[in-house]
């Protein structure tokens, strides 16, 4: 089996899955309630969004310098992201923001 | 596809600009100003200006929205309503975009042959580089030899604005900040998710800043975007671990001696020259072999470049955050 052969599908797929997260988060950082929620949404763009556009171009670049450098780059991005994600949702908190929470279900208590 | 990319790129750019404009609250519109210097960044990229997109990335949305925080940090978080003139504002607005835009309509298409900026020296730059220089990156030969005057007066623009914004906020550069114990000066010390995953990456950010810095002559970089990275590095470590721990590694006077070394370093690459017998800047005489001594005298000048912009950078973001302390 040419594994060239195979390459090209598996990058599509990487990449359209990888697009589709990105769509989701866009459509729920802009759709959420409140804040956090909101930031929720966002931060999938940064992380599962990134590896797998990130995996789908590695496939395309194969055993290469490029394919290095892009690995660094997904290594960087899956440090810096979160970290992004949690320092801003941690700022809102200590502002005082609070979590729009669903009113409690009146059989619930 | 790139044309269209690049379409694209430039209407985000336009409605990021209008919300800079709209903006009223100047933490937000400090926030736009990145993300409007990254998409410079990416259509810079696009246009194959590999290297000042790199300059752009790394001093516009790295440094300079440090800068502009810290600035904020000093006023007001909102911006004051002015009612007065608007109506001449948008007049004047007006006469000049259609100015702009009618003479965009002489310019050239983009990757023209026939471009006077193609015609005049654009194509001895690119024919005697590979003989005389001798190194792949044609822009580091023409900005570090060939322009080397230029780069030289912009180095001293860059010194310049240092002394002045040291002159400007700074009252006593000997007190210490550590006097000054404050929240702010602790950093991000009990945050602890930032403040290791920081501690992680400052090395790395330092290290690719000393790639682009050295590795300029072959690929995109050089001393400007090498400054602007090692400072970028230099200020996340300033912000985890507090303003005092980074001037402990890196003090006021080791910061004023980069800026004035810098560009020392610049001029007495060219007073070597002139004391070998060429001219001021040329490197050819500094060895016996013409090629090697541009490839010493361009690894000098772009060292001499990116201290400077280190010290000077590093130095206005201190100004800035002692300043942030005082009051």
């Known amino acids: 089996m040419n594994l060239e052969l195979l390459a090209t599908p598996t990058s599509w797929v990487l990449l359209i899955a990888g697009s589709a ?24 763009t940064d992380t599962l969004g990134t590896i797998l556009i990130l995996a789908g171009v590695i496939v395309q670049a194969g055993v290469s310098l490029a394919g290095v450098k892009l690995l660094a780059i997904m290594v960087f991005m899956l440090l810096t992201s979160p970290t992004a994600a949690y320092a801003l949702a941690n700022a809102a908190r200590l502002d005082g923001l609070a979590p729009t929470l669903s009113k409690p279900d009146p059989g619930d208590s | 596809m790139i044309t269209l990319f690049g379409v694209f790129l430039l209407c985000l750019l336009l409605i990021t600009a209008i919300a800079i404009v709209r903006e009223q609250n100047l933490f937000a519109a400090v926030m736009l100003t990145s993300i409007f210097s990254l998409q410079m960044a990416a259509i810079f990229f696009i246009l194959d200006a590999a290297d000042v997109a790199l300059t752009e990335a790394a001093v516009g949305a790295g440094v300079a929205t440090v800068l502009l925080l810290g600035a904020l940090a ?32 002489d310019m050239p298409r983009l990757g023209d042959p026939m471009a006077p900026a193609h015609q005049h020296v654009a194509p001895w730059y690119l024919a005697e580089t590979p003989k005389q220089v001798g190194i792949p990156n044609v822009v580091t030969a023409i900005l570090a030899s060939f322009r080397g005057y230029d780069t030289l007066g912009e180095l001293f623009v860059i010194f310049t604005a240092g002394v002045g914004v040291l002159f400007l906020l700074t009252n006593s550069p000997s007190s210490s900040p550590s006097r000054l114990p404050s929240a702010d000066a602790q950093g991000l ?11 992680l990456l400052v090395p790395f950010i330092v290290l690719f800043g000393l790639y682009v810095q050295f590795h300029g002559d072959f690929g995109p970089g050089g001393g400007f975007q090498a400054g602007a990275l090692i400072c970028a590095g230099l200020i996340l470590y300033a912000l985890i671990e507090g303003e005092s721990a980074a001037l402990l590694v890196v003090p006021r006077s080791l910061l004023l001696a980069l800026i004035s070394g810098g560009a020392l370093l610049y001029l007495a690459v060219g007073l070597a020259g002139l004391l070998r017998g060429g001219n ?18 361009i690894l000098l000048v772009e060292l001499g470049v990116g201290l400077t912009v280190t010290g000077v950078l590093l130095t206005i973001f201190h ?7 005082r009051s």
Do not use: C
């Open chain 1, 21 to 44: 997260f990105v769509l989701i988060g866009g459509i729920g950082a802009l759709r959420m309630p409140d804040f956090y929620t909101r930031m929720h949404a966002a931060s999938l």
């Open chain 2, 74 to 105: 000093l006023t007001t978080n909102h911006e004051q309503e002015v009612k007065r003139h608007k109506a001449m504002a948008v007049v004047v607005a007006a006469f000049t975009s259609l100015l702009i835009i009618f003479a965009t309509v």
């Open chain 2, 189 to 199: 010390r009990h945050h602890l998710v930032p403040r290791v995953v920081g501690r």
């Open chain 2, 280 to 297: 001021f800047l040329d490197y050819s005489v500094l060895l016996s072999d013409p090629v090697a001594g541009q490839h010493l005298g």
């Open chain 2, 319 to 325: 100004a800035f955050a002692a300043r942030e302390q």
